[in-house]
């Protein structure tokens, strides 16, 4: 096989895992959402995304230390997309809002350790000069997914029962690890293999970094960390009722819903790619402080979406905020990613970045149970116009703290050396 031949092969193996982890996530996730509002309260529906973020906090950062310490990134995202799809299965069956709940949660801890080791392996194929644009490429498939996943997650919820339609997540999640199987891993591989000891306990020393690790000092890293919590807890907070808030509060019929959540990831195909290359231009810095300050306008406008009379214009406002949390997000993923594969040290990469992981997830545990909480006492609207505010503080912290990591004039500070 040619190199021509081979990076076709690898880039189409990079897709269709991007895509297909990324769908899977989302279609059990807008399905459950309404199948759970259908039975229970704002909060119920808001822990359908808690219990997932959950396991992103939590276990992201552990595969991601697994990865590198063992250097067996194929094997890691192979294995945990098979007991992903493993424990997705049940969902077949279990129709309580507390069991489906339990098997999201049991999901998330084996399909949250996709991204930060495939994340690893982007980053090291684009290495220095086109990290973005590699990125950009990853990103667009995984935006590709997501589309699909909220279109079809609309369609087949007017289509199929329960049963069928956990089915097709089964399936989707089970494409995940047939196409890791055709990843190659250009990173380093360690010298020697750890034991079982050795490996548990590097793991519990790299989970938890100390407040004063240089690792999170350097480049105002621990406040790029501290800017995505924030952000997340608004977008997630907000996204994790947007299902019920589209049908129930704009009035929209459950086809019209997945249409509209599909706007975002369809725009984020065009979006990642180019703010790839601009990541590559203009620094990461700009990107990331304009996506955390576009994520608190996404809130704002679908606060709005209420206010227009006529279902149209509700429809056209609601679009509006997902166009803008489009843009907001691929610069902000793109920027972010892109700033720590710059000052991360390759043996420490997929751990940071499932660091990132973990700081998405904390947003992602508080920001559902806090704003369905909220919701239930103070309407939709208002807890999307207030919880705004926390993703343009981010804005801010990331302006005060971050510091730019490429093209410096200076070489940047390997994260991880002594």
Same mark, same amino acid.
């Given at each position: 096989?040619?190199?021509?031949?081979?990076?076709?092969?690898?880039?189409?193996?990079?897709?269709?895992?991007?895509?297909?982890?990324?769908?899977?996530?989302?279609?059990?996730?807008?399905?459950?959402?309404?199948?759970?509002?259908?039975?229970?309260?704002?909060?119920?529906?808001?822990?359908?995304?808690?219990?997932?973020?959950?396991?992103?906090?939590?276990?992201?950062?552990?595969?991601?230390?697994?990865?590198?310490?063992?250097?067996?990134?194929?094997?890691?995202?192979?294995?945990?997309?098979?007991?992903?799809?493993?424990?997705?299965?049940?969902?077949?069956?279990?129709?309580?809002?507390?069991?489906?709940?339990?098997?999201?949660?049991?999901?998330?801890?084996?399909?949250?350790?996709?991204?930060?080791?495939?994340?690893?392996?982007?980053?090291?194929?684009?290495?220095?000069?086109?990290?973005?644009?590699?990125?950009?490429?990853?990103?667009?498939?995984?935006?590709?997914?997501?589309?699909?996943?909220?279109?079809?997650?609309?369609?087949?919820?007017?289509?199929?029962?329960?049963?069928?339609?956990?089915?097709?997540?089964?399936?989707?999640?089970?494409?995940?690890?047939?196409?890791?199987?055709?990843?190659?891993?250009?990173?380093?591989?360690?010298?020697?293999?750890?034991?079982?000891?050795?490996?548990?306990?590097?793991? %519990?020393?790299?989970?938890?970094?100390?407040?004063?690790?240089?690792?999170?000092?350097?480049?105002?890293?621990?406040?790029?960390?501290?800017?995505?919590?924030? %952000?997340?807890?608004?977008?997630?907070?907000?996204?994790?009722?947007?299902?019920?808030?589209?049908?129930?509060?704009?009035?929209?019929?459950?086809?019209?819903?997945?249409?509209?959540?599909?706007?975002?990831?369809?725009?984020?195909?065009?979006?990642?790619?180019?703010?790839?290359?601009?990541?590559?231009?203009?620094?990461?810095?700009?990107?990331?402080?304009?996506?955390?300050?576009?994520?608190?306008?996404?809130?704002?406008?679908?606060?709005?979406?209420?206010?227009?009379?006529?279902?149209?214009?509700?429809?056209?406002?609601?679009?509006?905020?997902?166009?803008?949390?489009?843009?907001?997000?691929?610069?902000?993923?793109?920027?972010?990613?892109?700033?720590?594969?710059?000052?991360?040290?390759?043996?420490?990469?997929?751990?940071?970045?499932?660091?990132?992981?973990?700081?998405?997830?904390?947003?992602?545990?508080?920001?559902?149970?806090?704003?369905?909480?909220?919701?239930?006492?103070?309407?939709?609207?208002?807890?999307?116009?207030?919880?705004?505010?926390?993703?343009?503080?981010?804005?801010?912290?990331?302006?005060?703290?971050?510091?730019?990591?490429?093209?410096?004039?200076?070489?940047?500070?390997?994260?991880?050396?002594?």
């Amino acid at each position: 096989m040619d190199h021509r031949e081979d990076e076709r092969v690898q880039k189409g193996a990079l897709a269709t895992a991007a895509a297909t982890n990324k769908a899977a996530v989302i279609l059990m996730a807008t399905a459950m959402a309404i199948y759970v509002g259908r039975r229970g309260s704002p909060l119920a529906v808001g822990l359908v995304y808690t219990v997932f973020w959950f396991g992103s906090m939590v276990f992201s950062p552990v595969w991601g230390a697994v990865a590198d310490i063992t250097g067996r990134r194929r094997a890691v995202l192979f294995g945990t997309a098979v007991l992903a799809t493993v424990t997705a299965l049940p969902l077949v069956v279990v129709r309580s809002v507390w069991g489906m709940l339990a098997f999201r949660g049991a999901f998330a801890v084996f399909a949250v350790g996709f991204l930060p080791v495939i994340l690893a392996i982007v980053s090291e194929r684009g290495g220095s000069t086109s990290r973005g644009q590699e990125l950009g490429f990853f990103n667009t498939a995984r935006a590709l997914g997501l589309t699909a996943g909220q279109l079809f997650a609309g369609v087949l919820l007017g289509l199929l029962a329960p049963p069928e339609l956990f089915l097709v997540v089964v399936v989707v999640s089970a494409t995940v690890a047939v196409a890791a199987l055709l990843v190659d891993d250009p990173t380093s591989t360690p010298a020697t293999t750890p034991t079982f000891r050795e490996l548990s306990a590097e793991v %519990r020393g790299r989970l938890i970094p100390t407040a004063g690790e240089r690792s999170l000092s350097t480049h105002g890293l621990r406040w790029l960390y501290l800017g995505v919590l924030l %952000r997340n807890t608004t977008v997630l907070g907000i996204g994790s009722l947007l299902p019920v808030y589209l049908v129930s509060r704009l009035g929209a019929s459950e086809f019209l819903m997945g249409v509209l959540l599909a706007v975002n990831p369809a725009a984020q195909m065009a979006f990642m790619y180019l703010l790839g290359l601009a990541a590559d231009r203009v620094g990461r810095k700009p990107l990331i402080v304009g996506g955390l300050a576009g994520s608190g306008l996404h809130g704002l406008v679908m606060a709005g979406a209420v206010l227009p009379g006529s279902m149209v214009a509700r429809a056209s406002v609601a679009a509006l905020s997902f166009l803008l949390l489009a843009a907001s997000w691929s610069a902000l993923f793109t920027g972010s990613v892109a700033f720590i594969g710059d000052v991360a040290a390759p043996e420490r990469r997929s751990e940071l970045m499932g660091l990132r992981e973990t700081a998405r997830g904390v947003g992602g545990v508080v920001g559902p149970t806090l704003f369905g909480l909220l919701a239930t006492f103070a309407g939709y609207p208002l807890t999307f116009a207030g919880g705004s505010l926390l993703a343009l503080l981010a804005a801010g912290v990331a302006a005060a703290g971050v510091a730019e990591s490429h093209h410096t004039g200076a070489a940047v500070p390997i994260l991880g050396d002594d």
